[in-house]
């Protein structure tokens, strides 16, 4: 499809366990972003590429959470050791060059953990 | 600390009227801001966006006002609709863009 792309859209973990979510951006968007929506909040920011590299990783919240972008395309969010709070909405954004432009959204992916 | 705030949770409007969503910041860096509206299970889709060289921009039925000196800023539906109802977000992000501040969102409720 035309837009992002994001899977699984659902994933039930246990506490402990490692968890990887995948975000395909729309083609060409060289800047990717990874937000987090916990319930009743606003999107929080975790992670903007732009290419290949991290340009800004200062909203990761513990060494737990990791992400990569290897071919400056697909994204994968790792979360290790899982805790009952990292249960959220994990939305990535895709956006053609960065800077001051709109984001576009994928469905989220939505994590519990038990 | 929270830089974007909706102070609103929850709007409820008779089709027809006038919609206002309201937003405040406290970062004066933040230069650029977008209005995002979102329906249950979906991710946020962009709606409207305003630079601080503004007052004022206009899409339709939607414009977005931005004052400076009050670090405000508003979304006005005109006339709203049933398929307005759903839950917007403003965001403001500074000039390098690398992230973007977003509200806790309004949920907006359209009458028939």
Redesign the interface.
Known sequence: GAG?SQTPSNKVTEKGKYVELRCDPISGHTAL?W?RQSL??????LI?FQGTGA??D??LPNDRFFAVRPEGSVSTLKIQRTERGDSAVY?C?SSFS???????????SRLTVL | DQQ?K?NSPSLSVQEGRISILNCDYTNSMF??F?W?KKYP??????LI?I?SIKDKNEDGRFTVFLNKSAKHLSLHIVPSQPGDSAVY?C?A?G???????????TSLTVIP
């Open positions: 992002v972003y937000y009743g909040q606003g999107p929080e920011f903007y340009a800004d200062s909203g939305l954004a960065g800077g001051a432009g709109e984001l576009f959204f994928g469905e989220g | 974007v909706q230069d650029y977008l995002y299970a979906e991710g946020p889709t962009f966006s630079s977000f965001a992000s000039r390098t863009g690398n992230q973007f501040y977003f509200g806790t969102g």
